[in-house]
């Protein structure tokens, strides 16, 4: 069997967040969830999680301001992070890159658009066996 991903899902809109965890789930993947965008970069710091998807809109900090903390960090800095939005890919996607992230999801999220995400992005699947 292979060994699951620690996946943090930072969203302020809790049943999203309920669904995207249980999409990891499904997948076999550790879910963490942050529904604070102010508590986010200390979920980071205390998970060390493999990957981190992150929404754009939400109440104090945006998802580009979560990553940017991210990147800044000498300890989380390299964390692999995607910005989810329900926004325009070629925009919003063009935004996430330029804040530091590594890719882009589109919202609604699939099983499908997850698996392969955490297949490409997540550190799980990059680190010495």
């Known amino acids: 069997m292979k060994p699951m991903a620690k996946i943090l899902f930072i969203d302020d809109d809790v049943q ?8 990891a789930k499904i997948l076999g993947h550790e879910a963490i969830l942050c529904p604070s965008s102010d508590e986010a970069i200390q979920h980071v710091y205390l998970t060390q999680p493999d990957l981190v998807l992150v929404d754009i809109n939400m109440q104090d900090l945006s998802g580009f301001e979560i990553v940017q903390q991210i990147r800044n960090s ?13 926004g325009e890919p070629d925009i919003e996607g063009v935004k996430a890159i330029e804040a530091g992230a590594n890719g882009f999801l589109a919202k609604p999220l699939t099983i499908q658009n997850l698996e392969n995400a955490i297949r490409k992005f997540s550190n799980h699947n990059h680190k010495p066996k």
């Open 16 to 23: 999203t967040l309920e669904l995207m965890a249980r999409s």
């Open 74 to 86: 000498e300890i989380v800095g390299a964390t692999p992070v995607l910005v989810l939005s329900a």
